[in-house]
Structures are given as structure tokens and as C-alpha cells.
């Protein structure tokens, strides 16, 4: 069964919402739809796509809810990331602790500029990107954040799939090309801001 791409973040979401209960052991679909603000259908409708996690009439147990999305989305394990592009952003990234708890762990980092290499950023040690292939191979690294320049983003990725990254998330403002069976999902922070100034503006002129 194909799984419809925007029903995965809406599991990130219940997942997160379930987190801030600590006090209730069950909960039901319309419950965590006024938290998520979805409706119960569609959490229903999401979460049968993956099995059946709850009893008609009496809800869904809290903890075993959690467990199970934590497996659907693959953080009931841990995660080596390579970050490609130290700069503003990429140390920013490395500084954030909200990986760790999620099991995501950057472990490597790379960049091109002879400053930075062998330079120690939150206890990483920065590797010319040359070094990038062999690293992510021996140590069987999938997945990549890419914060770097837009100039350089297609050819970093390409790097990185020929490395055998299969999932990355990229800063980069551009939409790259990867091959069939890596997933990029492209997070380009000027146009969501672009989205905000267009309520806005839309506001403004009303």
C-alpha cells in the first residue's frame, strides 16, 4: 500500500502531541484531533495505514500509541548524520540538542574552506568534504543535512548520493536533482518567510 506523503508528517505530529501527555494513559481519535488540530477522520483514516493501534469505544493506549509511531517513523533507533557546510547555519545546527533526544546524532561534518577543516565545532571535528566518500562508506552513514552555499548544493548532493546518502534534508534554495531512490526533502527558509510576508502584506492592503 502506498502511503501518501503528507500523511507522515501529520504521524509527527501526533507523535509530538502524545509526548506532552504525561498524565493520561488513553486517549481517542477525537481527543488528539482537538490537540493536533485534524480531524478525527483523517487520524484514523492516517493511522490505519499502518495497522490497528486502537479500540472501538475506548480509545487509543497513550504508551503503546508512542511506541508504535516512534517505529513508524524510525526513532526507536539511532541515527548517524553527516552535515555538509559549516558556516552560520550548519553551526547552528550542530549547537541544537533537539536531535539527540530524537536519535539523531551528527557525527561527521565537512566543508570545503582550509580555515575550518580540522577545527573542533561541538566537539566535531570539521573533515574536508575530499574525505566525505570515504567516511560515509566505512562508516555506513545514510542520511545528510546539506547548509551550504546555493552555487555548490547540486554538486555536494551529487557527492552525496554517489556516497550512498539515501535520505537528506537540504538548506540549500534550490530544487536538486537525486536519483531514483534517495529522498531530499528541501527546506528553503526565505521562501516560508516569503509566506509569512505575503499574510502580511495581504493584511495590510485589505
Known sequence: MKIPSLSIPRISLYYRELLSLKDTSVISS???????????????????YFGQFGTPGRGYSVKFLKEELRRILGIDKNWDVALIGVGDLGSALLAYKGFKSQGFKIKYAFDNDKKKIEKVK??????????L????????????IVAVPQPAAQEVIDKLVS?????????????????????????????ELERLTYFLNKDTNQ
Do not use: H, W, Y
Request: net charge positive; with cysteine; glycine share 6%.
Open 30 to 48: 477525537q481527543e488528539l484531533a482537538r490537540l493536533t488540530e485534524c480531524s478525527a477522520a483523517q487520524i484514523r483514516k492516517d493511522l490505519a
Open 122 to 131: 561541538e566537539g566535531i571535528k570539521i573533515k574536508d568534504i575530499g574525505e
Open 133 to 144: 566518500k570515504k567516511a560515509v562508506k566505512s562508516n555506513k552513514i545514510s542520511m545528510a
Open 163 to 191: 556516497s550512498g546518502i539515501k535520505a537528506i534534508l537540504n538548506f540549500a534554495p534550490i530544487r536538486p536533482k537525486v536519483s531514483k531512490g534517495v529522498e531530499i526533502l528541501n527546506i528553503d527558509l526565505s521562501m
